[in-house]
């Protein structure tokens, strides 16, 4: 892939729109500044003192604030609480433009959400400090109700996307948006709709879908296929991936770290390298960039090792961001492209030719 290919892929983006389904969780960080604490009289313990609150969209927003900043339009689908915690989720989602229409309020439902209290170090204008967060999760089934507002939903949207995220983040079974059910909708319309990008992102169900292009990481594509097996053993992921690939009878991306990621298809397998990264990193949300890159690179034209290099370039951006959950812009893209794009397009031959 030239850089004349890439900038026209990116030149797609805005006129794309892809809905986001799964289970949106609020990231709400709570700022405390040692240096004001109190003493609660009523129980003689320390008092923290908030000094500020940032909200973000997390789990499956993570993946919709990757593609808004690449440009494409989203939409998002999910379940919520019909309390504060879901006006901060739609008010947050709606700041980076995602039609937060489609959220359906439960009454009965939490809105799940992680706390994160960060406590800033002694001195003034230190560096801050995550402590023990605070979950909000819901532990018991979907109501069938939920589940029926999905589908509904679902089937109204899909005429007017060119892609569809499923971010399967709840690890308890039945206990998030995609439910048995949902998930089982969810291959029967990418079987009827096999010209739309259908890709699923699950932490502990990926071996579960059909129909639906994968993108997981080495651990979980092999507990999907060997349990036992070790995911850092390159021959493991060999076997896993184009079992897998044969399985959900689409290509799959399977993320290894430093190392890129490797793509199963029907012509067998090969790994696309990443650019390697000088100084620090932080490689929280990466998998989230991917996601949003190769989808987009997909929705727009891409061959799936095209969409793979995509992935690669917008996560080798989001992971110098430190501190935060980061995302790649299309100009920050092209300048990692820019930079590395003739070490990318030969080392990827070279893998080929080892590979196969």
């Not at 801050?128 to 507002?149: C, F, G, Q, S």
């Not at 290509?251 to 793509?263: C, E, K, M, R, S």
Request: charged content about 25%; proline content about 5%; some cysteine.
């Amino acid at each position: 892939m030239d850089r004349a290919h890439l900038e026209s892929l990116l030149g797609r983006f805005p006129a794309l729109t892809v809905l986001v389904v799964g289970d949106f969780f609020l990231d709400k960080y709570l700022l405390i500044d040692p240096q004001l604490a109190e003493v609660s009289l009523e129980t003689g313990l320390e008092a923290h003192q908030v000094v500020e609150v940032r909200c973000h969209p997390g789990a499956a927003g993570t993946v919709t604030a990757n593609l808004r900043a690449l440009g494409v339009n989203v939409l998002a689908l999910g379940s919520l609480g019909d309390d504060g915690e879901g006006y901060e989720l739609k008010r947050a989602l709606r700041a980076i433009g995602v039609d937060a229409s489609l959220l359906i309020e439960c009454a009965d439902r939490f809105t799940p959400t992680y706390t994160k209290p960060m406590r800033r170090a002694a001195s003034r204008g230190g560096e801050w400090h995550e402590l023990n967060r605070l979950d909000i999760k819901n532990r018991t089934p979907v109501p069938a109700k939920v589940e029926d507002a999905i589908i509904a939903q679902l089937r109204d949207a899909l005429p007017g996307v060119q892609g569809v995220v499923i971010a399967d983040q709840v690890s308890e079974a039945d206990s998030g948006v995609i439910t048995g059910r949902v998930r089982a909708e969810l291959c029967a319309q990418a079987r009827a709709h096999p010209h739309q990008v259908f890709a699923a992102d699950s932490r502990e169900r990926i071996g579960l879908y059909q129909d639906v292009i994968l993108k997981c990481n080495a651990r979980e594509a092999v507990r999907a296929v060997l349990p036992a097996g070790d995911p850092t053993d390159r021959r493991v992921i060999e076997t896993c991936g184009p079992a897998l690939a044969t399985r959900a009878r689409r290509p799959v991306f399977v993320t290894v770290g430093a190392d890129g990621i490797w793509l199963f298809d029907e012509s067998g397998g090969e790994r696309v390298p990443a650019r390697p990264a000088a100084g620090p990193i932080d490689p929280v949300g990466a998998g989230d960039s991917v996601t949003a890159g190769l989808v987009s690179a997909l929705c727009a034209g891409a061959s799936p090792r095209e969409a793979a290099i995509v992935g690669n370039l917008a996560a080798s951006v989001t992971i110098k961001q430190i501190g935060t959950t980061g995302t790649a812009s299309p100009a920050q893209v092209l300048r990692q492209f820019e930079a590395t794009g003739i070490e990318i397009s030969s080392a990827a031959t070279e893998a080929v030719l080892e590979d196969r």
